[in-house]
């Protein structure tokens, strides 16, 4: 059911339809994400009580918490959220592309190629090179493969079935590459870029928040103005064309954003894995089709799921800081088989 929400103006009015649902599911979601907010940043081989962590970030705090808080637990916090809100946009972009439930980034092959360019610096220009530029070898390298996923399954035109089969097809032959140079590196080298490939959020500062901010300030506005096209997208190639979407262009625009999302995720958190797959589901659940929705609620499932992980790996097996992959896999595996059984027909 749908409620009529008229917003009045000196010049009229105007007038615009918004599920009451979807009103409500906004309101929980955000509240869920505060409460996680200030959970996450209670708990940890110290406990701060919650009414001292809220005078901490309003300035109001006696200043015994403020390293624990400000410099070790808050910039964790906010790059988890904003990498799991990448993810999780990238795995709907995927499968609007796609229409296909099972496409995400780390199925279609960007979260890969991440890995792929990662594993190359952190091997062979790891104390060379400043590891401030890790970030960038990881985006670079999920843009590289994606421009090679796309242009292999380019004749005449991209569809997607041929996407998704050359994307699971270069996400194996990556995964091949960065064993075989785990095989072939040192000791140290070796679990440092495992510890990584895993994903994990184990010593996030400040500039990673900067750094990881514009990428998700950007791309997720840019996702929503496209989200329409999405929408019609789903239809067919044919019938977009029909009424007047330009296909070929939209998909591009939309996988560089995919790319650029997931890209920047892999970046600072290295493989964290099926968040992209998991987050449109459970938002399609909540809010329906509607991409405009869709776009802003898996941006905070995708948060949500990867700072609760998060939680978990480093607090559940204290003194050991887990990496939070190993508990999105731990989900999203069994999910990921649930989905090929129920689309087995497909």
Do not use: C
């Amino acid at each position: 059911m749908s409620k009529l929400l008229t917003v009045r103006t000196k010049s009229g009015s105007i007038s615009f339809q918004v599920e009451r649902r979807t009103v409500v599911v906004f309101g929980l979601l955000l509240l869920v994400s505060l409460l996680l907010f200030i959970g996450s940043l209670s708990v940890g081989s110290t406990f701060i009580p919650p009414h001292d962590v809220i005078k901490q970030l309003f300035g109001y705090g006696t200043g015994e918490y403020d390293f624990t808080i400000n410099t070790l637990r808050l910039p964790r916090v906010l790059l988890a959220f904003m990498v799991g809100a990448a993810l999780g946009v990238a795995g709907l972009i995927l499968q609007g592309i796609v229409r296909n439930p099972l496409a995400a980034p780390d199925i279609i092959g960007i979260t890969s190629g991440g890995s792929v360019g990662a594993m190359i610096f952190i091997v062979y220009f790891m104390g060379v090179v400043s590891i401030t530029w890790l970030p960038f070898a990881a985006i670079i390298g999920a843009g590289l493969v994606s421009i090679v996923i796309y242009l292999l399954a380019w004749n005449k035109g991209v569809t997607p079935i041929r996407l998704i089969l050359i994307g699971i097809g270069v996400t194996a032959a990556m995964k091949a590459f960065v064993t075989m140079m785990l095989v072939l590196s040192d000791m140290a080298v070796t679990t440092k870029a495992y510890l990584w490939l895993t994903g994990s959020l184990y010593g996030a500062h400040w500039q990673d928040v900067y750094a990881m901010l514009p990428w998700v300030a950007i791309s997720i506005p840019l996702t929503m103005l496209m989200a329409q096209t999405l929408g019609v997208k789903e239809l067919g190639d044919d019938i977009a064309q029909g009424l007047g979407v330009k296909v070929q262009m939209y998909r591009f625009a939309l996988l560089f954003t995919s790319v650029a999302l997931a890209g920047s995720a892999v970046a600072f958190a290295g493989g964290i894995q099926f968040v992209g797959l998991i987050a449109p589901h459970i938002s399609r659940m909540l809010v329906g089709r509607s991409y405009t929705s869709l776009v802003i609620v898996s941006s905070f499932i995708g948060g949500i799921i990867v700072v609760m992980a998060d939680i978990v790996a480093r607090t559940a097996f204290l003194p050991f800081d887990i990496p939070a992959g190993v508990f999105t896999a731990a989900i999203g595996a069994p999910y990921f088989i649930y989905l090929l059984y129920r689309n087995r027909n497909m």
